[in-house]
C-alpha cells in the first residue's frame, strides 16, 4: 500500500488474462497424449466431442459475466495520485501460484478422462484458456474505447489473485492508456509503445 491513503491495484485483464497461458498449453498437452489412448469411444469420436467441447467451453468462458464486468466499467472511478500500479507479472505470478494445485488437479483429471473420452478433456481446458483470452481481448476493446485502463484493488481479489468481478469487487478505478507495464487487454506492453 502506498503513503497517503492509496490502494494496491492490478489489472483487470492482466488477471483475466493469468490463466489462459497454462490453461492452454496444460489443454494441448492433455489432449495430444489423450489422443495416444483409444479409450472407450474411440479417438474419432473423443477428438469430435473434444472439438465441440473446446468450442462451447471457450464461449461460455468469454461470456461468463460479462454484464458484471460491464457494470463495473460504467461506474469505474479515476484512480488516486496515491494509488500503485501492480506489475503485470506480479498480478501474473498471483494468479498461478494461488491456482497452481487447480491447473494440476485439471490436467490429471484431463489425463484421466482420455481413458474414456481420448482428447477431450484437454480439448475443454484448452477451451478454458482460449474463452479467458477472448473475454481479456474484449476488455482490452473497451478500455481502447473508453482511452483508459481498468484497474480492481488487490484487497478485492480472491485468496488465490483472481475473480476480478467477484462479490467483493465494489468498482474499478480507472487510468490514462500509458499507466502501468501492460497495454490493453492485459498483453505485454510493446517497447516501441513505451517511447
Known amino acids: ?90 498480478a501474473v505470478r498471483n494468479w498461478r501460484r494461488g491456482h497452481r494445485w487447480w491447473l494440476l488437479l485439471a490436467f490429471l483429471a484431463a489425463l484421466g478422462g482420455a481413458f474414456a473420452i481420448p482428447a477431450a478433456g484437454g480439448m475443454l481446458l484448452a477451451g478454458c484458456g482460449a474463452g479467458l483470452r477472448l473475454k481479456a481481448a474484449w476488455l482490452g476493446r473497451r478500455e481502447r474505447a473508453e482511452n483508459a485502463l ?15 468481478a467477484g462479490k467483493a469487487v465494489k468498482g474499478y478505478r480507472t487510468t490514462g492508456v500509458a499507466a502501468g507495464d501492460a497495454a490493453p487487454g492485459g498483453a505485454r506492453r510493446r517497447t516501441a509503445a513505451l517511447v
Do not use: C, E, N
Open 1 to 90: 500500500m502506498a503513503r497517503g491513503g492509496g490502494q494496491g491495484l492490478a489489472r483487470v485483464a492482466v488477471v483475466v488474462r493469468a490463466g489462459s497461458a497454462p490453461l492452454w498449453w496444460l489443454g494441448v498437452i492433455a489432449a495430444g497424449i489423450g489422443v495416444l489412448v483409444p479409450g472407450l469411444t474411440g479417438r474419432r469420436i473423443g477428438v469430435l466431442a473434444g472439438a465441440a467441447l473446446f468450442i462451447v467451453t471457450a464461449v461460455v468462458v468469454a461470456g461468463v459475466r460479462r454484464k458484471r464486468y460491464a457494470a463495473l466499467i460504467r461506474s469505474a472511478a479515476r484512480a488516486g495520485k496515491h494509488d500503485v500500479l501492480q506489475d503485470r507479472a506480479v
Open 150 to 164: 481498468l484497474w480492481v484493488r488487490v484487497d478485492w481479489l480472491d485468496g488465490r489473485g483472481g475473480r476480478p
